[in-house]
């Protein structure tokens, strides 16, 4: 009897100790998950000061939910993101006649800004005619980015041949899978990528 009882005894501790550990590494699993580092990425960059840098992604940030509403082709959504551009882009065009070095920027913010004021007054439940100043205004963004230089924010740019009736045209997104801003859902995925600032 005094062996079953030891035996009884080992294997109770055993599947305490089991679910002890299970536990533990389960809770010591999730606080070191949240305790490690995440893996190092280079900071964004420009030749701006870190303020103008700041400035310039919330610009490209302002821009890709402008792009975003054309893919999901969101009228209203457009509007707004189009005129949220506007605004950061005039803060950045501020920002940037105070600083003499930045001065080659200015052409490409005031396109920037023209053409997003254009897209926020055209009323268009297609998103057809808004589409017609963003093709101008991406080009004018990826200028503004490679003349800034911007470095380490992965920014993608894409091109679709069939858009504007097979003139072509270029956007920016954060991610290299194609989501057509010119066609929606038409043609989603029609497009390629032309170019990385990376």
Known sequence: MRLVYIAFSVGLLGIISCNSNTTTTSTSTTDSTKTQPKVATAPIQSKLNDSGTHLLMAVVEKYYGLKNALVATKADNANSAAVELASITDSLKNYVQKDNAATALSPYIDTIITQSKIASSLKDETCERQRLAFG?????????????????????????????????AHWLSDDSDIKNPYFGKKMLECGEVTDVLK
């Open 136 to 168: 101008p205004l991406s080009s004018a963004m990826f200028g503004l980015l490679k003349a800034a230089d911007l470095k380490n924010a992965h920014v993608y740019q894409e091109y679709c041949p069939m858009a504007f009736n097979e003139k072509g």
